[in-house]
């Protein structure tokens, strides 16, 4: 079973004006959750049991766009700076695939996989989907299912975030970052309606936002 730094359902998060938000969102959150220091700590060693795991061939990192793309990147940097650093390394390629399945702030049964044809170059490979968050789980489980197909060699799923909710259908990912209580969460590229992408740390956003920012 994948180990995950647990945020608590009573967490009570740290007060904005203690970080550097941008002025346009100072209004929109409640609280800051996980501060982009701590995200950028546990990405640094989840890099290393990725690798240790995964390390003895070549790795294609799958980037489930938009909201896995800062995970994704400051991830590959710091399996970039291990390759770097030690006798041992493996080359490492990318692939971008966009996936969408969220209206406002709720998860729909319509997940829709953009960019679908590029899968087959998967085929016999070393696979690493890197995610932002998975809730119900529907979208890896897709996701998957759609790759398995591909007959890659080997499918490993990393997620910064599981959200502890009932509505989960019991899906896990091999690495988990952190495991977060059943709220909205904004911030390092995860989005409501495409905002809060530029926001560096990990926030809840408050009930004003969602009404201001629906579509
Ligand atoms: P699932 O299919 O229900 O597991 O949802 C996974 C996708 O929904 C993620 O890849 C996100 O894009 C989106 N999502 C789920 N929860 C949140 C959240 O709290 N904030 C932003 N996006 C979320
Ligand atoms: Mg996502």
Redesign the pocket.
């Given at each position: 079973m994948a180990s995950y730094l647990q945020i608590p359902d009573d967490e009570k998060g740290h007060d904005l004006e203690l970080f550097c938000v941008p002025k346009h969102y100072e209004n929109d959150l409640d609280k800051v959750i996980i501060p982009h220091g701590l995200i950028m700590d546990r990405t640094e060693r989840l890099a290393r049991d990725i690798i240790r795991d995964m390390g003895g061939h070549h790795i294609v990192a799958l980037c489930?766009l938009k909201?896995g793309y800062k995970f994704f990147a400051d991830l590959l940097d710091y399996i970039k700076a291990l390759n770097q650093n030690s006798d041992k390394s493996v080359p490492l390629t990318v692939d971008f695939i966009r996936?969408k399945?969220?209206c406002n702030d709720k998860?729909t049964n319509n997940?829709k996989v953009i960019g679908g044809d590029e899968l087959s170059n998967l085929s016999g490979k070393n696979v690493l989907i890197v995610?932002?968050?998975?809730?119900?789980?529907?979208?890896?489980q897709t996701l998957l299912s759609l790759l398995s197909e591909c007959n890659p060699k080997m499918v490993k799923v990393v997620s910064l975030l599981v959200?502890r909710t009932p509505r989960s259908s019991g899906y896990r990912p091999d690495y988990i970052g952190f495991e977060v209580p059943d709220?909205?969460?904004?911030g390092y590229a995860?989005?409501?309606n495409e905002y809060f992408r530029d926001l560096s740390h990990i926030c809840i956003m408050n009930d004003q936002a969602k009404e201001k920012y629906k579509v």
């Amino acid at each position: 079973m994948a180990s995950y730094l647990q945020i608590p359902d009573d967490e009570k998060g740290h007060d904005l004006e203690l970080f550097c938000v941008p002025k346009h969102y100072e209004n929109d959150l409640d609280k800051v959750i996980i501060p982009h220091g701590l995200i950028m700590d546990r990405t640094e060693r989840l890099a290393r049991d990725i690798i240790r795991d995964m390390g003895g061939h070549h790795i294609v990192a799958l980037c489930v766009l938009k909201g896995g793309y800062k995970f994704f990147a400051d991830l590959l940097d710091y399996i970039k700076a291990l390759n770097q650093n030690s006798d041992k390394s493996v080359p490492l390629t990318v692939d971008f695939i966009r996936v969408k399945s969220y209206c406002n702030d709720k998860s729909t049964n319509n997940v829709k996989v953009i960019g679908g044809d590029e899968l087959s170059n998967l085929s016999g490979k070393n696979v690493l989907i890197v995610e932002d968050i998975v809730e119900t789980g529907r979208t890896m489980q897709t996701l998957l299912s759609l790759l398995s197909e591909c007959n890659p060699k080997m499918v490993k799923v990393v997620s910064l975030l599981v959200k502890r909710t009932p509505r989960s259908s019991g899906y896990r990912p091999d690495y988990i970052g952190f495991e977060v209580p059943d709220a909205f969460l904004v911030g390092y590229a995860l989005d409501y309606n495409e905002y809060f992408r530029d926001l560096s740390h990990i926030c809840i956003m408050n009930d004003q936002a969602k009404e201001k920012y629906k579509v």
